[in-house]
């Protein structure tokens, strides 16, 4: 061979040095090689209707709204036609905030999947008191992983949550939303629950993992899912089974061992399936896209809230409600809170600009906005009120 110039040796080095920032760049999101057997059995991606944000339509003018009630007014439905009676002008302040609004933001929780058979976790017959917690630190932290005699206790939760979501079908307000998805007015849905239920409806879908550039999914998991498990090493997911055990070995680590083991190389360890969900004291794998998203929904101009069958005891969901509902509030908009509880003293000084309180199920407002159309915007029509706008008769079919 020849011998390396001078000028060779100095474009050797500079190219050396390129290769070795960009492996020090891909180093923080290195993953071993998934055997593609297994990618083609465990797809990443969750079941969902499709896997791109659905074109929204064009905008038209909005309706304007014509009452507004005083700050935090609270509106009790305990028989749908009695409240429609007694309480048109807040029943319809409701409907003009979810039929007319066009970039609206739904923050739920477990409230709203009552309804399709799944308890909440904070009440009386709640999923805490089940299982003895008295808090979701004591069934939902990652410390679990280190007492024996607990971990017995989270397999059996979660496998029983497992098998009653699977069960389960969307609610009348899974449906309801779906179709604020579908009329393309719902600009994104933060969900706290695990059970994927809105995925069952059409137009409603998410990504795991979250995308970090947009388009992004309609549906935003806070808290994970109870659909699949991933590898505490190597990340790796894979379908949440009836046979779930919190002490299984990542078989994706397994067969890595055994490949290092097969040409003399030292094995590297595996680490165990925990349920996809977000447990207190553990790093968030979403947590910067979540932040993304929220940030560019901010600056999207938002003109409704709607914080569903939640007690907002998580406080980065509360700061993330605070922050939606300003975003709300600066462009006119309408901050709804709907639960069959009211929202605590501290929860209303905290988020400041709530509208409209609804002490309800969740599962009787599609009802009551139905019943409103047919009671009053629809006999207007017919009545011949030409300042209607034809917008406002868009509504959900249950």
Same mark, same amino acid.
């Given at each position: ?5 001078e ?21 923080e ?10 990618? %083609?059995?465990?797809? #990443? ?7 791109s ?12 709204? $014509? ?12 028989d ?8 048109? #002008? ?10 007319? &609004? ?15 058979g ?23 932290d ?11 206790q ?10 009653l ?45 979250l ?11 806070l ?8 590898c ?16 299984m ?6 067969e ?17 399936? %925990? ?12 947590? #910067? ?42 462009? $006119? ?18 988020i #400041? ?14 009802d ?15 009545? &011949? ?14």
């Amino acid at each position: 061979m020849g011998k390396t110039t001078e000028h060779e040796s100095i474009a050797v080095g500079k190219k050396r040095e390129r290769q070795d920032s960009v492996l020090i760049s891909d180093a923080e999101t290195y993953l071993p090689p998934t055997p593609q057997s297994i990618r %083609k059995k465990f797809p #990443e991606t969750l079941p969902a209707s499709t896997e791109s944000t659905p074109t929204r339509k064009k905008r038209v003018k909005r309706v304007p709204l $014509k009452y507004r009630p005083e700050k935090n007014t609270i509106l009790e439905v305990h028989d749908v036609t009695q409240t429609l009676s007694d309480e048109p #002008e807040k029943v319809g302040f409701l409907y003009h905030a979810l039929i007319n &609004s066009q970039r609206i933001i739904v923050v739920n929780g477990a409230g709203v999947s009552v309804a399709s058979g799944i308890p909440d976790f904070r009440s009386s017959k709640g999923i805490f008191s089940k299982y003895g917690g008295s808090s979701g630190k004591d069934l939902f932290d990652i410390n679990l992983f280190r007492s024996s005699d607990k971990i017995q206790q989270f397999t059996s939760m979660i496998r029983d949550l497992s098998s009653l979501v699977e069960r389960s079908k969307p609610s009348k307000f899974h449906h309801f939303i779906n179709e604020l998805a579908k009329t393309s007015n719902l600009l994104r849905v933060y969900t706290q629950n695990i059970d994927c239920l809105e995925l069952q409806c059409p137009d409603l879908e998410t990504k795991s993992p979250l995308p970090s550039k947009a388009p992004f999914p309609n549906v935003i998991q806070l808290h994970g899912n109870i659909k699949q498990v991933s590898c505490t090493k190597c990340h790796i997911n894979y379908p949440l089974g009836p046979n779930f055990s919190a002490k299984m070995s990542c078989p994706e680590c397994i067969e890595l061992d055994n490949v290092r083991e097969l040409v003399g190389k030292r094995t590297l360890g595996h680490g165990i399936l %925990k349920p996809k969900i977000i447990l207190y004291n553990e790093h968030h794998p979403d947590g #910067e896209a979540i932040g993304a998203i929220s940030e560019m929904d901010l600056k999207s101009r938002p003109d409704c809230l709607i914080v569903a069958g939640t007690s907002l005891k998580i406080p980065g969901v509360k700061r993330m409600v605070k922050e939606f509902a300003k975003a709300v509030k600066s462009c $006119k908009g309408c901050v709804i809170w709907l639960n069959k509880e009211p929202p605590s003293t501290s929860i209303i000084n905290y988020i #400041e600009n709530m509208d409209l309180i609804v002490v309800a199920d969740c599962d009787s407002i599609p009802d009551l906005v139905s019943s409103y159309k047919d009671k009053y915007i629809n006999k207007s029509v017919k009545t &011949s009120t030409p300042q209607i706008k034809i917008d406002m008769l868009n509504t959900c079919k249950i």
